[in-house]
T-cell receptor
Framework: GIQVEQSPPDLILQEGANSTLRCNFS?????LQWFHQNPWGQLINLFY???GTKQNGRLSATTVATERYSLLYISSSQTTDSGVYFC????????????FGAGTILRVKS | DTGVSQDPRHKITKRGQNVTFRCDPI?????LYWYRQTLGQGPEFLTY????????KSRLLSDRFSAERPKGSFSTLEIQRTEQGDSAMYLC???????????FGPGTRLTVL
């Protein structure tokens, strides 16, 4: 099966700082998504980004499918950004399930 | 769109007991998924339905687990003879169709004592 690896495993930021989270995957994929899991466990869709770059407010994401990685950028971080960030890929391609990485735990301090 | 709802949100049970969880998907979504998440890990796929048909099951879904979606709307996940290793967050998601982005519910946190 496919391997999905995220780095760093955890990150502590001062409010206002920027950060980059990385997701590497071991095979070609058609679908990659980024999620934020808040402290209460709710998974929130951030981006559907099989390739290219998207931006939504202070967050942006870039996927380079040919090199099998994706990056999530958080700018001007806020305490409400704290939680766990997951990337997930659809596997097998065209299939019906998501394979998640282990996540990056982000804590933003005020 | 009221989102995906799950009930209960928390369940504490003793080893050997049976438990049942319910998921209500977004009403127009025909696909429904169950995932399990243990501490420090990402969610892992358990099973999915298209309408009332269960089309795929992970090998994680042992014979103590059974899922149903009898009328193609809500779904239930039952665990029989619970074990301590079943302690986890059970997440439900739904989506419109193949390739649609799944929307996740708040999860049911199970603790087996």
């Amino acid at each position: 099966g496919i391997q999905v690896e995220q780095s760093p495993p955890d990150l502590i930021l001062q409010e206002g700082a920027n950060s980059t989270l990385r997701c590497n995957f071991s095979d070609s994929v058609n679908n990659l998504q980024w999620f934020h899991q808040n402290p209460w466990g709710q998974l929130i869709n951030l981006f559907y980004i099989p390739s290219g770059t998207k931006q939504n407010g202070r967050l942006s994401a870039t996927t380079v499918a040919t090199e099998r990685y994706s990056l999530l950028y958080i700018s001007s971080s806020q305490t409400t950004d704290s939680g766990v960030y997951f990337c997930a890929v659809e596997w097998p391609p065209g299939g019906n399930k998501l394979v998640f990485g282990a996540g990056t735990i982000l804590r933003v301090k005020s | 769109d009221t989102g995906v709802s799950q009930d209960p949100r928390h369940k504490i049970t003793k080893r050997g007991q049976n438990v049942t969880f319910r998921c209500d998907p977004i009403s127009e979504h025909n696909r429904l998924y169950w995932y399990r998440q243990t501490l420090g890990q990402g969610p892992e796929f358990l099973t999915y339905f298209q309408n009332e048909a269960q089309l795929e099951k992970s090998r994680l879904l042992s014979d103590r687990f059974s899922a149903e979606r009898p009328k193609g709307s809500f779904s239930t996940l039952e665990i029989q003879r619970t074990e301590q290793g079943d302690s986890a967050m059970y997440l439900c998601a739904s989506s419109l169709a193949k390739g649609g982005q799944p929307r996740f519910g708040p999860g049911t946190r199970l603790t087996v004592l």
